[in-house]
């Protein structure tokens, strides 16, 4: 694990600095935002080819996205306070969720239910919430006494939330509920040097976590060891996800190179199968 490092999947600079995402849909295509410029979502082939899939409404920008039961897309758009909804057939783009006292929703978790946990930082004041939108997109606070939340993700059981404070670099485990309720909050790990970004787990509970500024991929067991590194052609790593056809590629998206690179991992990622 230790000796692991990316390839390429796509050209460096085909994605401008704003590169985040991603997501996997049933067939095998990944998602990331900010394909060629701004305020787009580009779709990239199995096999890294990569084209403008769609853009976002006008003054929309999105970061993190997540890929419902029916491989449709969920995007936070940091820009306008809300979660947007793709349908993936169509193309079709709504509101999902809208929710003005957001910061700019960064990144998003998904339960089976198709309950989403947004991360919201405020980078100017070194905080952030954490927020839950129900089945019926209903929107509701969960915790508003955090650093700059950024990465979010659910174990695969669905008993444990893990956050992550980019700028404090710390990730938080929190109990979770069927119904998106949090508690009992404590201390995964704590980082003495660079910055923290998105994270998912496998299906054993392992976490992958980005060091952005360090170019790695943290591989963490459940409570919080650290079980080795994987190096990333490029410093400003920003979100992973997992597909391929039996889920054990880890595709990652570097801002600094501005582009998605892969790796491939011993167990298929959580998302597999809900989607990514």
Known sequence: MMDKTSRHLTPPGGFTAGIEGP???PEGFIYAVNYDRQGTIGQI???GDAEVWVELP???????IRCDAGGNLLVADYVRHQVLHIDRRTKEISVWAHEPSMNQPNDLAIMKNGALLASDPDWDHGTGNIWLIAPDRTVTLLDGECGTTNGIEISPDERILYVNESLQRRIWAYDL????AIANKRLLIQYDDHLLDGMRCDTEGNLYVTRYGKGTV?????DGKELGEIMLKGKNVTNLTFGGPDGRTCY???ADTGNIQCFEVDCPGRCRGMWC
Do not use: F, H
């Open 58 to 64: 006008e003054g929309s920008i999105g970061s993190g």
């Open 45 to 47: 082939s199995p096999q």
């Open 252 to 254: 990652v998206t570097v």
């Open 218 to 222: 943290a591989k963490l067991s459940p």
């Open 177 to 180: 509920t069927a119904d998106g």
């Open 23 to 25: 997501a996997c849909d």
